[in-house]
Structure formats: C-alpha cells, structure tokens
C-alpha cells in the first residue's frame, strides 16, 4: 500500500495545494486503496496487486480542467523552492517540540510566580515584621532565581526549536501518508486541545474574580495581599495549560500547512517580518528622542502600546494587500 | 479491451446507469463497470474521477460523505433529478448513434 500513495504522491508532487487537488488526492487515494484491498483479498500477491493498481491508475492530464489547473505544464513552475520533510525529520520536530514547549511553558509559569514570595513579604509586612536583609532574603532572591531559571529555559530550548524554524517560514511537503496521519492525529488531538483553553481560560476568570470579591469583602488587612498571591498562582498554571496545550497543534499546522502556516502565509509574514525590521528601530528611536528632550519617561512608554496597536494594522494592510493581489 | 478514446463519450453515461439503482462510490462504480462489461471495459481511476467532478459541475450528481467504516470516510454519489433526465436523453442518443453507425458496418 505505501508503494501506491507514494506513486500518488509523486504524481501530486508539483501541483498546487487547492482544495480542488487535495480533494482529487484523497478520492483518488481511496479508489486505489479499496482497488488493492480487493485484488489482495482474492488473493494477488502485493507486487501483483501494485502493479495493477497503478497500471490502471490513468492519467493526471485528463484530471487538469476539472482541477482548474489550465495547463498542468504551466503550473508545475513553482515561484519558490519547495523542501522535502522526511518522515523522520517530522517525528523530531513533534517530539523536540512537545518537550520543548513544556519546558517553555513552566518558565512562563515561574515568570507570573516570581513575584508571589515579594507580594507575600509585603502583605505580612501590614505587621512589619521583616527587616530589609529578610526582605531581600526571602523575596527579590527568589524571585531573580525564577526568573534565571526561565531564562535560561527560554534560551536553551529556543536554541533547540530553532533549527526547525524553516518549517515555519518555507515551503514543505511532506508525504502523503505521513500527511493523512497527522491530519488524524490533529483530529484526536483535538478535544484534549480544547479542553486545555477551556481550563485555562476558567482559571484566568476564578482568579480576578476572587481577587475582585476577597478585594471587595476585606477593603483592608492582609486577605487582598494574599488574594492577589493566588491571582498569580493561579494564572500561572492557567497559563502553562495553555502553551502546553497548543504545543501539539501548532505542530500539526505548521507540518500540515494550515492557519498562519499556508504558503501564502509565509510569503505574507516574510514581507511582514521585513516591515517590522525597519518599523521597530524606528520606534525605539522616536521613543528614547522624545523621552531624553523631554525627560518625562513616566508618560512617553505611552509610544509602545500605540507602536504595538499600529504594528497590528499594518499588518493587517499588508495582509489584505499581498492576500488580494495573489487570489 | 477497448481503448479509452473510444469510449470518451459513455463513461459519464455509465455512471449515472450505476447511480439510477442506488447510490455508490468510487471503486464500487469502477468494479461494477469491470463486471458488467465482463471485463472487457476498465474504467481508470482519473477517468472516473474526472467524470465525477464534471457530472457533479453539470448537477447531474450529488457527492456526500457515507458513513465512516473502520475509520474511513467515503465520498457516495447520489444522482440527481436532472441527472436522470440527462441519462434518458443520452440513451435516445445512443439509439440514433448505433443506428448511424450501424449503417457503415460491414463483417
């Protein structure tokens, strides 16, 4: 059966990704398959039954005006190079990828609890208690070595995902096999997928929600101190849900070439991707000259959301302009 | 055997014979093709494909997802009312077709 869907790979190796094609693929693909089940269930030997399937498999010129494809010639002169993914490599970047985004994940997770011993300290410290020394102690030290740790998280395992960045910004194929198993991995994935989100958006909720009501409840004493320490807690772990959780699926879009990985996506985020080249220094100029003449840094940080909100815009423009133009 | 080119014109013909009955899907139509013509008739895979997406372009067929069976899912084909008028009309076309070149025949 591999011989088969790999002949039927070869043959789909040039075409564009339309649904059309996809479609034609995988009713093809079927016919075959239930072609070879058959021959083999009246007793064919495999080589036998190959060979049949494929000697009767036609033509995919005959396929081209249906495909909308004009001609098949013409379409095979792809404008950008096309990689090859080998199974082997797709099996690795799940599986670095899985245990790297955990890893990601729980230096978040010590990023948002960094913070908790201090906001503990200074809500005991209502009965002051603490001298400094115990205030460095027990609150700035650990919370520079959760934030270490996260960092060199974040560092280590980025210098692992990167190699496998290409995947993100070229054009891939992968087996047609290898494809249709990923698609029903990502479809069993899914409700796991969910429910992670789910999970973790609840937790985001619970926890401004008790730090709303004990804030309301207790207007003063230590309980809004405390509240806020859980807030963070709490967050913490509704978060690393959530990038855990996306991890897999970002895998299978990115193998599969699906949401903000299509190949039109990649065209449109490299043009993005140099946009923010020249539109980030600009900021950062424009931002550290006005705060220096003015001297009024505790309102010029106002540059980075209003940058950020922009920066949002444009690339929606840039999107809809290189979307529109291509279709 | 008989040679694709031939039978260029009939293949859509055949399939919506197949669907008048019940409807069926992608190999099921292509054995029942090989059976009916005793073999002599093999119906390619892109041949059949290309002349389901042509009748379902025209409406003379339907496609929709069968159930799943061992966790595949198939594409079935049902015909449509304008698809059952297409066939009486090509079979009157045959009729005239046979009739025409029966003219010329001589063993």
């Not at chain 2, 119906?43 to 069968?66: D, H, Q, W």
């Amino acid at each position: 059966m591999e011989t088969i869907l790999s002949y039927l790979e070869n043959m789909f190796l040039h075409l564009p990704r339309t649904p059309e094609v996809l479609r034609a693929k995988e009713e093809l693909a079927t016919m075959m398959e239930d072609k070879y089940n058959e021959l083999i269930a009246e007793g064919k030997r495999e080589n036998e039954a190959v060979g049949i399937v494929i000697s009767e498999f036609g033509n995919l010129e005959e396929l081209s005006e249906e495909l909308g494809l004009g001609d098949l010639e013409q379409t095979k002169e792809e404008d950008t190079p096309v990689k090859r993914v080998s199974r082997g490599e797709a099996k690795e970047y799940i599986s670095v990828t899985l245990k790297s985004i955990r890893w990601i994940g729980l230096g978040v997770m010590l990023c948002i609890w960094s913070p908790i011993p201090l906001v503990i300290l200074g809500t005991l410290d209502k009965l002051s208690m603490f001298t400094e020394v115990q205030y460095v102690c027990y609150g700035l030290v650990p919370l520079f070595v959760m934030i270490g740790i996260a960092v060199a998280l974040f560092i280590y395992h980025g210098m692992r995902l990167e190699r496998f960045e290409y995947l993100k910004k070229e054009s891939i194929e992968i087996e047609f096999s290898l494809e249709k198993q990923l698609r029903q991995m990502d479809e069993g994935e899914r409700t796991s997928f969910t429910i992670k989100i789910i999970v973790g958006v609840m937790l985001c909720i619970f926890a401004v929600l008790q730090l709303l009501v004990i804030g309301s409840i207790y207007q003063t004493g230590m309980a809004g101190g405390f509240s806020a320490a859980v807030l963070l807690l709490v967050v913490g772990v509704a978060v690393y849900l959530m990038i855990s959780g996306s991890g897999k699926r970002e895998c299978f879009k990115v193998l599969l070439q699906e949401g903000e990985f299509t190949r039109k996506g990649k065209k449109i985020n490299k043009i993005i991707d140099i946009v923010a080249g020249i539109y980030w220094p600009i900021v950062t100029v424009v931002y550290l000259a006005w705060s220096f003449t003015t001297m009024d840094w505790g309102f010029t940080w106002i540059v980075w959301p209003i940058a950020g909100v922009l920066f949002g815009c444009t690339a929606a423009v840039v999107q809809a302009v290189t979307g529109g133009t291509e279709s | 055997m008989v040679g694709s080119d031939v039978m260029r014109g009939y293949n859509d013909f055949m399939i919506l014979f197949l669907l008048l009955e019940e409807d069926s899907y992608g190999y099921e139509i292509s054995r029942q093709i090989k059976q009916i013509s005793e073999g002599k008739y093999i119906m390619k895979e892109t041949t059949l494909y290309s002349a389901f997406t042509r009748l379902e372009k025209e409406g003379y067929i339907e496609a929709y997802y069968g159930t799943e069976t061992n966790g595949k899912r198939r594409t079935y084909y049902r015909i449509t009312k304008e698809g059952r008028e297409f066939y009486r009309a090509k079979c009157e076309e045959w009729e005239l077709v046979k009739e025409i070149v029966g003219k010329f025949v001589k063993m």
